[in-house]
């Protein structure tokens, strides 16, 4: 089966580092997406990794271990408009399987 | 260009009416998806229309439907609405690829009543 899995909810100080984790299992592998969700708005992309490393992007990053199952969202310089829900998601067939979605809190 | 367009935004229904929502994907974006999103459940797969052919539907009553017009855009319909029907429904656009990633529209807030 097809399974992922998120912390449900975090909190971060304005300025600070936080590390969002993502590990999931599929049966097939076509790559990792990270999107940002605001609440009440749609989810927009974040980033997309395919092969195993970093990918950096401004102040955010993105990490993929395929052996490991195992992804995470690296968001540096935390901004209080960085308040949103963070949602892992793998592509699977014809459809794509998300994670109930990481509620991050920015604190001043 | 214009992004993903869902309508109505928000819609209110009492139980046992039926609802039909709208999505307009982005040009050329031939593949359309439709997801329930509810605070304890995250994004749930609803189907995919991809051409006019549903690819791909997920695990929800037959009370759900949807379909796909040659101009790529789609509806989805509700019938017989349940309480349990509550939810942000989002319709991704996507060129139809995995890799490609999704462009969501920004959702029809259905409230059951």
């Known amino acids: 089966g097809q399974n992922i899995d998120q912390p449900t909810e975090m909190t971060a100080t304005e300025g600070a580092i936080v590390q969002i984790n993502c590990t999931y299992q599929?049966?097939?592998?076509?790559?990792l997406f990270w999107y940002q969700q605001h609440a009440g708005e749609a989810p927009t992309f974040l980033s997309y990794n395919v092969l195993d490393g970093l990918e950096e992007k401004g102040r955010f990053s993105s990490f993929l271990s395929r052996s490991k199952g195992y992804s995470y969202l690296l968001l540096k310089e935390l901004q209080m408009k960085d308040s949103a829900s963070y949602l892992c998601a793998v592509p699977g067939t014809y459809k794509y399987i998300f994670g109930t979605g990481t509620r991050l809190k920015v604190l001043a | 260009k214009a992004g993903v367009t869902q309508t109505p935004r928000y819609l209110i229904k009492t139980r046992g009416q039926q609802v039909t929502l709208s999505c307009s994907p982005i040009?050329?974006?031939?593949?359309v998806s439709w997801y329930q999103q509810t605070p304890g459940q995250g994004l749930q797969f609803l189907f995919e229309y991809f051409s006019e052919t549903q690819r791909n539907k997920g695990n929800f009553p037959g009370r759900f439907s949807g379909r796909q017009f040659s101009n790529s855009r789609s509806e989805m319909n509700v019938s017989t609405l349940e309480l349990g029907d509550s939810a942000l429904y989002l319709c991704?656009?996507?060129?139809?690829?995995?890799?490609?990633?999704?462009?969501f529209g920004s959702g029809t807030r259905l409230t059951v009543v």
């Open positions: 040009s050329g974006h031939r593949s």
């Open positions: 599929t049966s097939g592998f076509n790559g």
């Open positions: 991704a656009s996507s060129l139809g690829t995995g890799s490609n990633g999704y462009t």
